[in-house]
């Protein structure tokens, strides 16, 4: 048995991821910043901010994908898959941390933020239920694996290349959000062409009984909202900190004054 796609929600699953991406580029900017603040917040908001980004496209692209028979989608695993996602993105936004990003580290943050990608994507295709169980290609499976862990070093990758530059800053930051949405999209795409599904096949999940523009739409929707008041957080706390900076070499600076006439 064989699906076929809603476009449009492709369309709208490929944006969200590059905008997602976007969003954690600026936000892997803070990191760079933070000076002698806790980090840990901000790797969590940071990590939250993409795995929301990332489990959004998952699911409206599996919203995109429709079926002979009506699907549903099992809450506590959906939550689960989201959760996951969040995991996983915040490991990846570890590495970002330091100064340097080390092979070790980039293959070690990689490799764990790629099998969490994975993991959201079949557990979040567990949610719909479907009975029989669906059947998976393992070859394409192992190809969205490997989709996933390059795309995540290479999101690790460009964070880092885009450290400290000035010329062209929010070009290349477009360009590089437009490559990981590709990339993420690539997983999630594969990991739905390794599916197969029964002749006669019917979900067991009926939880959901939204239309799916509705659906679709309140996903999306609450994806931008967070994404906006991300970037906004981010940019007034650049804004504080550059006041914050300013102040502190003012007063260094009266009192290298004050020194220099005592004299």
Request: aromatic fraction near 10%; glycine fraction near 10%; include cysteine.
């Amino acid at each position: 048995m064989t699906g076929t796609y809603d476009f449009t929600l492709v369309a709208a699953s490929f944006l969200l991821s590059v905008i997602a991406s976007f969003t954690a580029l600026n936000l892997s900017d803070r990191l760079d910043m933070i000076g002698n603040r806790p980090i840990a917040p901000w790797i969590v908001f940071g990590g939250g901010v993409m795995g929301l980004g990332i489990w959004s496209m998952h699911f409206v692209g599996m919203l995109a994908f429709h079926l002979p028979f009506s699907v549903g989608y099992s809450i506590p695993i959906t939550v689960g898959s989201l959760f996951v996602a969040i995991v996983a993105s915040a490991i990846g936004f570890i590495p970002l941390w330091s100064y340097e990003l080390r092979w070790s580290r980039l293959i070690g943050g990689a490799v764990a933020m790629g099998l969490g990608v994975a993991g959201m994507h079949y557990l979040g295709m567990q949610a719909m239920g479907v009975c029989p169980a669906i059947h998976y290609s393992p070859w394409l499976v192992a190809l969205s694996i490997v989709i996933a862990i390059l795309a995540s070093a290479g999101a690790l990758i460009l964070a880092f290349g885009l450290r400290g530059l000035r010329a062209h800053r929010r070009v290349r930051q477009v360009g590089a959000a437009v490559v990981m949405g590709v990339a993420v999209c690539g997983m999630h795409y594969c990991g739905m062409a390794a599916a197969s599904f029964d002749r006669g096949s019917y979900s067991l999940s009926t939880v959901s009984t939204l239309p799916v523009p509705w659906l679709a739409s309140l996903v999306i929707t609450f994806s931008l909202v967070i994404f906006a008041v991300s970037i906004a957080i981010a940019v007034l706390d650049a804004r504080a900190n550059a006041r914050l900076r300013a102040v502190s070499d003012s007063f260094l600076e009266k009192r290298i004054g004050k020194r220099a006439s005592a004299r």
